[in-house]
């Protein structure tokens, strides 16, 4: 016999993505929510793994072609190497603290794009999580 706990709002999900970034080379990643899910966006959280300052940004689109856009989450001018930007708090060089509660609504096929602009010259580099998207995800 096992028991499961059931959560009427759906399930909690924290996706983890590794980050290299590229000698004066910029990053975008784009997230899409799947057709047959709608989510709840907690947080957000990336890190600048060079050992340059870079802009970095967190936006959202109505689809996945990136036509229609609908806000911009937040931005960093001269993010530092290895600081970190996180939504909602937008406060630059903190990570990992508790954002002020903000939830935002994503429909099927919404995506959160999250760019990290050229730095310059640079070594480059890699963060095992450097980008962290939290949120809750529903079936719809």
Do not use: C
């Not at 939504?87 to 999250?114: C, M, W």
């Not at 760019?115 to 890699?126: C, R």
């Amino acid at each position: 016999m096992s028991l499961a706990f059931i959560f009427q709002g759906g399930k909690k999900v924290i996706s983890v993505t590794s980050i290299t970034l590229a000698n004066n080379t910029a990053k975008t990643v784009d997230i899409t929510v799947p057709t047959i899910k709608r989510w709840l966006l907690l947080s957000a959280k990336m890190t600048n793994p060079d050992n340059v300052t870079r802009n970095a940004y967190m936006f959202h689109y109505k689809e996945s072609t990136k036509t229609n856009f609908v806000k911009t989450l937040t931005t960093a001018s001269n993010l530092a190497s290895g600081a970190g930007l996180q939504y909602p708090n937008s406060e630059t060089g903190v990570i990992n603290k508790a954002p002020f509660p903000q939830v935002i609504i994503l429909d099927p096929n919404e995506t959160l794009v999250f760019t990290w602009d050229a730095g310059g010259a640079s070594a480059g580099g890699t963060d095992a999580d450097g980008l962290i998207v939290e949120y809750m995800e529903i079936d719809v």
